[in-house]
């Protein structure tokens, strides 16, 4: 599994709590009886509460191109459309380097004239 997130500060996040997430949360959502698509939707949902993103998405291989399977943030015309190849975008860089990409937050500052 590899993650493709911009603004957020990973720095903020120890890797055991990342640990305890994955081993509680999202164990107790994969081993559900509920139906595959509610599970997707609840991890996807459970990451992006976690992470505290307002957009997430899980992605599955379809021939040369990675389709949008569940998602937060996106409205479900972008979620059906999204396609993405490997080496396109954050999401496709991720798939090409096999390993997650993490954009630090930009500070902004504001300038006063």
């Known amino acids: 599994m590899y993650f493709a ?3 957020f500060d990973i720095e903020d996040i120890s890797e055991q709590r990342v640990n305890n997430f994955v ?4 164990w107790r959502i994969v ?4 139906s595959s698509q509610e599970r997707l939707k ?4 459970a990451i992006s509460e976690f992470f505290e993103i307002g957009k997430c998405s899980l992605m599955i291989r379809e021939n040369d191109e990675f389709l949008v399977i569940a998602s937060v943030g996106l409205s479900r015309g972008v979620q059906e459309s ?4 490997s080496g396109e975008g954050m999401a496709g860089m991720a798939i090409e380097e096999k390993k997650s990409i993490f ?5 902004i500052k ?3 004239s």
């Not at 081993?23 to 999202?26: E, F, G």
Request: charged share 35%.
């Open 42 to 45: 609840k991890i996807v949902e």
């Open 31 to 34: 081993s559900s009886n509920e």
């Open 110 to 112: 504001l300038h006063s």
């Open 5 to 7: 997130m911009g603004e």
């Open 82 to 85: 999204t396609r993405v190849k």
């Open 23 to 26: 081993a509680s949360v999202l």
């Open 103 to 107: 954009m630090k937050k930009r500070a």
